[in-house]
């Protein structure tokens, strides 16, 4: 994900309106012209550290999470906090950390509202690495990162 971020020096992000998802297969309408945002460079968050996730949440918001999705524990998640090592470390899916309480961390999903607690889910925060939620967090930001 962080090429992702990195890609967007030349490449300004569009709005969802002007670019909206159709979960179809299709061709590139993007429009520079358009752009309106892009990210000036992407940090890696310390791996395999809860502490740091939840100090990089806290001082820059969002970070970008790469999960184990395609597990049956993962996929149907209705409620409570994610800990089943079950869930995998073998990273599939981009998720984002938005928040964390004292033993979770609050995701966001792209699979909609109708998927687990509203489009979120909570995933622990041990060190257990769950989901391999812990494996590789990055963000965007103009400052560089100090952890």
């Known amino acids: 994900m962080g090429l992702a971020f990195l890609y967007t020096e030349?490449?300004?992000?569009?709005r969802e309106e002007d670019y909206p998802y159709t979960a179809k297969d299709g061709s590139c309408k993007y429009e520079r012209?358009?752009?309106v945002g892009e990210v000036k460079d992407a940090y890696s968050v310390k791996a395999n550290n809860a502490e740091a996730l939840m100090s990089v949440i806290k001082q820059y918001g969002?970070?970008?999470i790469a999960v184990e999705a395609d597990k049956s524990v993962f996929q149907h998640y209705k409620t409570g906090v994610l800990d089943s090592?079950?869930?995998g470390k073998h990273l599939d899916h981009g998720v984002l950390a938005v928040g964390y309480g004292s033993d979770y961390f609050l995701v966001?999903?792209?699979w909609g509202p109708s998927w687990g607690a509203e489009g979120y889910l909570k995933i622990s925060n041990s060190a257990s690495n769950i989901c391999?939620?812990?494996s590789q967090p990055?963000?965007?930001?103009?400052?560089?990162?100090d952890q």
């Open 10 to 14: 030349k490449n300004p992000l569009e």
């Open 62 to 64: 969002p970070v970008s």
């Open 132 to 134: 391999g939620i812990l």
């Open 33 to 35: 012209s358009k752009g």
């Open 108 to 110: 966001k999903n792209s």
């Open 85 to 87: 090592p079950l869930c």
């Open 138 to 145: 990055v963000f965007p930001s103009e400052t560089p990162l």
